[in-house]
């Protein structure tokens, strides 16, 4: 029986309990299959530093047509280098005061995106020249 288990879960880091407790349930009766899987991989938030599961986290990547541009990724499918990120703002403002996106992406790169996924307009750190563009279109 073990062994169509496994043919079942192909290799997914299930494991069997065949007896005695086990971690985190009831009892288990001599001869009954428990199967439990592995828990969901955590990441760190570049933020304030918590692990957490990665579901609970946003994914950042470098854009694929502006390297030096983050966005976020949502679905996370995007390719590249990626960071994580509590979706909140206190942990998008640490992140910022803290440096956390050039070193988490190995270079300078312009958040902006970030923030406006965020709905926020977070400040650059003391010391830091933002230049903005210019439209045009002032008279």
Not at 65 to 83: I, M, N, S, W, Y
């Amino acid at each position: 029986m073990a062994d169509r288990h496994h043919l079942r879960c192909r290799g997914q880091g299930c494991r069997i309990v065949r007896s005695g407790y086990a971690p985190g349930s009831k009892p288990i009766i001599q001869g009954q299959w428990n199967v439990h899987s592995k828990a969901q991989p955590l990441r760190t938030c570049i933020g304030c530093r918590q692990s957490a599961p990665r579901s609970a986290l946003l994914r950042l990547v470098r854009d694929p047509e502006d390297p030096q541009r983050v966005v976020a990724d949502p679905r996370r499918r995007l390719p590249g280098r990626g960071a994580w990120l509590h979706p909140d703002r206190a942990c998008l403002t640490q992140a910022v005061k803290r440096r956390a996106f050039s070193r988490a992406f190995r270079g300078a790169v312009e958040h902006a995106a970030v923030d406006d996924f965020f709905g926020t307009a977070v400040l650059a750190p003391a010391g830091t020249v933002t230049v903005q563009a210019e439209s045009g279109s002032e008279i």
